[in-house]
């Protein structure tokens, strides 16, 4: 995002709080990727529900799956360990996608997801794995919130920062 001109500060999730967040009026929220389930992801689901519907906000990896936990879907194992692998990605050219090319290649490290099945009724599907249901990207219906499951800060996720320039448009 630094690289694109915003300002950036970077706190850890287990190292803030609410009323700091409030503090630093924040116009844009990006919630970053970890290990583990969303539970365990300090403060990261506490602000995507503060702050849903008053600051747009995007999830990387973890961050896609806290919000895919907050508004009401399971994660769980992906069926598949993925550190470091290209995956071509189709998505619906809306929103964090616009003015991308309809499939692109995109990293992931991830060993949970989002379950299908479980997709809560606010959010949509804004991109899987071309040729499976594999949920890569969901948005809210309502609120300027959408998550990514890849990595679009990754060098070798093709126009990432075009990714993370739709959001900084947002």
């Known amino acids: 995002m630094a690289q694109l001109g915003a300002h ?6 287990d190292q803030i709080t609410l009323d700091e967040i409030r503090e630093m009026k924040p116009d844009r929220i990006m919630i970053s ?10 403060v990261s689901c506490d602000v995507i529900r503060e702050f849903a519907g008053q600051i747009p906000i995007a999830g990387v990896c973890l961050g ?11 994660v769980d194992h992906a ?20 003015g991308m090319a309809p499939e692109f290649k995109a990293i992931r ?11 809560p009724d606010v959010l ?8 499976t249901n594999m949920i890569m990207g969901v948005r809210h219906k309502q609120h300027k919130v959408e998550g990514w499951q890849f990595h679009p800060e990754s060098i070798l ?4 920062l075009k ?4 959001f900084l448009d947002m």
């Open 163 to 166: 990714l993370i320039q739709n």
């Open 109 to 119: 490290y991830h060993s949970l997801v989002g379950l299908p099945e479980t997709l």
């Open 8 to 13: 950036v500060e970077v706190r850890r999730n």
């Open 157 to 160: 996720t093709e126009d990432g």
């Open 33 to 42: 990727p970890g290990p583990g389930y969303p539970k365990d992801a300090g």
């Open 124 to 131: 949509e599907v804004t991109a899987t794995v071309k040729g």
């Open 79 to 98: 069926g598949e360990i993925v550190h470091g692998k290209a995956s071509v990605m189709v998505h619906d050219g809306k929103g964090l996608f616009k």
């Open 64 to 74: 896609h799956q806290c919000m895919f936990e907050v508004f009401g879907g399971k």
